[in-house]
């Protein structure tokens, strides 16, 4: 099996050798370059093309935000975008949700237990959104509640695209269940839900579980403050 290469981008130095021995320690992951900021590590990012891009929010000379930017919407002739992990200390941060809406696969706070850390390359170097923690979920609806944004025609002709089905599961997604969570819910197989869920990505253009997620707050499918768990 092939190694997942990853870069780990953070202004602070004993943040990045300590992440690197963590990450470098397992037989699955390589670490293939660092970066102290976010314009460093965009040309990192470029110049090693990594599978996943570990990218602190707050950094001297461009933020992660920007960073984020830059490697998941970049120029003509460069065709690698790798997954980006927001790494925050803090629970709720403006950045990071304007980060996953950029595209961004999730956010881990950086005192999170080494073995999270670990699973969260992991699951997103696999294509998943790192969506599972309560916290993710609080954020993006306090985020969604600050930027009310009521449905336009536009949004709307995308979600009737959808069957009643696939507009459920989109639902359920925003509201922070996983897979098994809304297999047991809906009745369903585990397969059944991934393949609603590719089909609802597909339907949509979404990149991720992340952008769904954002999308379902912002096209008014799932309003800030539902429960549904």
């Given at each position: 099996?092939?190694?997942?290469?990853?870069?780990i981008?953070?202004?602070?130095?004993?943040?990045?050798?300590?992440?690197?021995?963590?990450?470098a320690?397992?037989?699955?992951?390589?670490v293939v370059?660092?970066?102290p900021?976010?314009?460093?590590?965009v040309?990192?990012?470029r110049?090693?093309?990594?599978?996943?891009?570990?990218?602190?929010?707050?950094?001297?000379?461009?933020?992660?935000?920007?960073?984020?930017?830059?490697?998941?919407?970049?120029?003509?002739?460069?065709?690698?975008?790798?997954?980006v992990l927001?790494?925050?200390?803090?629970?709720?941060?403006?950045?990071?949700?304007?980060?996953?809406?950029?595209?961004?696969?999730?956010?881990?706070?950086?005192?999170?237990p080494?073995?999270?850390?670990?699973?969260?390359?992991?699951?997103?170097?696999g294509?998943?959104?790192?969506?599972?923690?309560?916290?993710?979920?609080?954020?993006?609806?306090?985020?969604?509640?600050?930027?009310?944004?009521?449905?336009?025609?536009?949004?709307?002709?995308?979600?009737?695209?959808?069957?009643?089905?696939?507009?459920?599961?989109?639902?359920?997604?925003?509201?922070?269940?996983?897979n098994?969570?809304?297999?047991?819910?809906?009745?369903?197989?585990?397969?059944?839900?991934?393949?609603?869920?590719?089909?609802?990505?597909?339907?949509?253009d979404?990149r991720?579980?992340?952008?769904?997620?954002?999308?379902?707050?912002?096209?008014?499918l799932?309003?800030?403050g539902?429960?549904?768990?």
């Amino acid at each position: 099996m092939t190694p997942i290469r990853v870069i780990i981008v953070d202004d602070q130095a004993m943040v990045r050798a300590g992440f690197a021995a963590l990450l470098a320690a397992q037989a699955d992951i390589d670490v293939v370059g660092e970066a102290p900021d976010g314009r460093a590590g965009v040309e990192v990012a470029r110049s090693t093309r990594p599978d996943v891009v570990l990218m602190d929010v707050r950094m001297p000379e461009m933020d992660g935000l920007a960073a984020a930017r830059e490697i998941l919407s970049p120029p003509a002739g460069v065709v690698h975008r790798p997954k980006v992990l927001m790494l925050t200390t803090f629970d709720v941060d403006d950045y990071v949700y304007e980060a996953l809406r950029a595209g961004a696969s999730g956010f881990l706070l950086k005192d999170a237990p080494p073995a999270d850390l670990i699973a969260a390359v992991r699951v997103v170097a696999g294509g998943e959104a790192l969506l599972a923690p309560s916290v993710t979920r609080r954020l993006i609806a306090d985020f969604a509640a600050s930027r009310p944004a009521p449905r336009g025609d536009r949004a709307a002709l995308r979600l009737n695209g959808l069957t009643p089905r696939e507009t459920e599961v989109l639902g359920l997604i925003a509201r922070g269940l996983s897979n098994q969570e809304i297999a047991d819910r809906l009745v369903l197989a585990e397969q059944t839900v991934k393949t609603h869920i590719g089909r609802v990505l597909a339907k949509l253009d979404l990149r991720d579980r992340a952008q769904a997620v954002i999308f379902a707050y912002e096209s008014g499918l799932v309003a800030p403050g539902d429960g549904g768990r």
